[in-house]
């Protein structure tokens, strides 16, 4: 499998968007992830190898995940960016699976992270 290496992290102002990228392909079910300081590593959004999404509530509406078939890329755009969504994100994979999930231990294959922060 391609090793998952994400991209696209840094800072920004409240209100702000960014987008992550991670090289993903071989995989059939992908999410991205995050874990700010002192906090548990929590699922932000998820997509399956037929695109059908899962998002956490507190990214509905802001966030949008997709998948570039043939770029083997996954990405996270991030809008209207809000302090509290400053973590770490990471990228994961997996192969099997029944629908795209948020649970961090239904994934294997991980990604190094890329750090977001979001201050004024």
């Known amino acids: 499998q391609v090793p998952l290496v994400e991209s696209g992290g840094g800072s920004v102002q409240p209100g702000g968007s960014l987008r992550l990228s991670c090289t993903a392909s071989g995989y059939g079910y992908w999410g991205w992830f995050r874990q700010a300081p002192g906090k548990e590593r929590e699922g932000v959004a998820a997509?399956?190898?037929?695109?059908?999404?899962a998002y956490a509530d507190s990214v509905k509406g802001r966030f949008t995940i997709s998948r570039d078939i043939a770029k083997s890329t996954l990405y996270l755009q991030m809008n209207s960016l809000k302090p509290e969504d400053t973590a770490m994100y990471y990228c994961?994979?997996?192969?099997?699976?029944?629908?795209?999930?948020?649970?961090?231990?239904?994934?294997?294959?991980w990604g190094q992270g890329t750090q977001v922060t979001v201050s004024s």
């Open positions: 997509i399956d190898y037929v695109h059908r999404t």
């Open positions: 994961a994979a997996d192969r099997r699976g029944s629908r795209p999930r948020l649970a961090p231990n239904e994934y294997t294959y």
